[in-house]
């Protein structure tokens, strides 16, 4: 018979689901168990049911292909199993009883950092105890490729597909390690490299770190969300997990594959004002587009906060997060949410340091002022800089640049652009919208006079429709 203290404990987990959400932990265990069949169970009649490694496994090869990479669902199995019931001897075996699978739903879904660590750490490593650095970078490769695996699965990705994206391998990899970044031991410092790898890290380090990296707990509840296929269509309390993936616009049907991939959307969507994290369209390529610095201002000119990300010659990738509409005029615009970033070869944000405010600047046909693109830094050492004669560019950030505290982003300092993207992000300005959009030949008359003297057409003429707003991608 059950002990008191167990069931009390399972009852406290139990009451942190909502009905419908017992119902369908039920429903899945029921599910879980039933497809067992193990020999034990019918042996003594009155045991009770139990799951093993085995049937989740069964349930995931059930379907052609799986929900969930193995190695998770193996990880999935030893948090199960690490969590100790009042009464029994630990390690009750391979099975998991109802009351441990109820309350590693409670923990890892429901609960704090600390209900959370135990677990985490027997996901990283089965015998528990304190871990290497390379087993953490493992769980977390393993955790950010389940995410996009079982988004990809369920078809949850909104828009984007494992096809009109950058591979996601590397990104994988980059995020990872990104993340990693944030392990700090008890006296503060952070290991980098080889070194990280080879670190031990104790409980008190890891659940610090778990309390501060937000993405931990996130992706471990869409990979049992969505993997496991429980609580998914259950209206969720955090913006987290509704807005991991934003709705993408604007690619489909169009042959075009991103630079961005799923890892790094979701990383630096993360960093957008939470308004502006549900839906991204694209407004400029330079494959559908033309490599041109005018058709880029025609599309890109007062349509609201956008993300630009840039590929060199040399294939790092590496961007900027424009906060307000991009205006052609001599002046630095935009204000302390703008943020640039690098993709590739490392995946990073990098915010506002307070030290000047030279955001964003886009100038066009003028003689005094630099004409180009640009964030962070200053005239002649910007952050990002794209010029207006369209292709070359530069990243002077020796040894930061002042306005964001990055690195230099391109592979070499002065670089040749290879290909680049504008993203709208959030919902249109109420202006973008309207028809008759002047183009920048209408903005400045000069350059449309110079280029008629010279002799030539106007090329953006028959590109000037603003761009359609397109039915759902989903």
């Known amino acids: 018979k059950m002990g008191n203290t167990e069931s009390n404990a399972y009852q406290n987990h139990l009451s942190r689901f909502l009905p419908e959400e017992q119902a369908d932990i039920d429903g899945l265990f029921d599910t879980l168990s039933g497809s067992s069949g193990s020999a034990g169970a019918k042996n003594a009649k009155a045991a009770k049911k139990t799951v093993t490694l085995a049937a989740l496994q069964a349930r995931e090869s059930a379907h052609t292909r799986e929900p969930l990479p193995e190695p998770m669902t193996a990880r999935l199995y030893s948090g199960m199993k690490s969590i100790d019931l009042p009464g029994k001897s630990s390690g ?11 309350i590693f739903m409670s923990n890892l879904l429901k609960g704090n ?13 089965k015998t528990g105890g304190p871990l290497k650095g390379k087993q953490i970078q493992e769980f977390t490769e393993d955790l950010i490729m389940s995410v996009v695996h079982v988004l990809s699965y369920r078809k949850e990705l ?7 994206t950058r591979d996601f391998s590397s990104g994988v990899k980059a995020l990872a390690s990104e993340l990693l970044s944030e392990l700090k031991l008890s006296d503060g410092t952070k290991p980098v490299g080889s070194q990280l790898l080879e670190t031990n890290f104790d409980r008190s380090v890891i659940e610090d770190w778990v309390y501060r ?10 990979v049992i969300r969505q993997g496991l296929h429980v609580l998914h269509s259950l209206p969720d309390q955090t913006n987290d997990i509704l807005n991991l993936v934003p709705h993408c616009k604007g690619i489909k049907g169009r042959g075009v594959v991103s630079l961005f991939d799923i890892p790094a959307i979701i990383y630096i969507n993360s960093h957008l004002p939470a308004e502006m994290q549900h839906k991204w369209q694209l407004l400029f390529s330079s494959r559908l587009h033309g490599e041109s610095f005018s058709q880029l201002c025609a599309h890109i000119v007062n349509k609201g906060p956008c993300i630009v990300i840039i590929r060199d010659l040399d294939g790092f990738l590496f961007g900027g997060f424009a906060s307000h509409s991009w205006e052609v005029k001599p002046q630095f615009q935009g204000d302390n949410r703008c943020f640039l970033f690098s993709v590739f070869p490392t995946l990073a944000v990098y915010t506002y340091t307070g030290y000047n405010d030279h955001y964003m600047y886009l100038n066009h046909g003028q003689q005094t002022m630099p004409n180009g693109l640009g964030m962070g830094g200053q005239h002649s050492y910007f952050g990002l800089w794209i010029d207006s004669d369209y ?13 964001y505290n990055s690195p230099q982003l391109s592979a070499k300092e002065d670089f040749t652009l290879d290909a680049m993207e504008v993203w709208a992000v959030g919902d249109a300005p109420e202006s973008a919208g309207k028809k008759g959009k002047k183009s920048i030949l209408d903005v400045d ?11 030539k057409s106007r090329q953006s003429e028959g590109l000037r429709e603003p761009m359609e707003e397109e039915d759902e991608d989903d």
């Open 158 to 164: 909104k828009g984007w597909s494992l096809e009109n």
């Open 391 to 403: 292709g070359k560019g530069h990243s002077k950030a020796k040894p930061r640049c002042t306005t």
């Open 213 to 222: 990296v937000p993405q931990i707990s996130v992706f471990l509840s869409v």
């Open 445 to 455: 008359p000069q350059a449309q006079a110079l280029l008629e003297m010279a002799g």
């Open 113 to 125: 950092a600390d209900e959370k660590i135990s677990i985490i750490m027997r996901m990283i490593n």
């Open 92 to 102: 009750l075996g391979e099975q998991i009883a109802k009351e441990q699978f109820v």
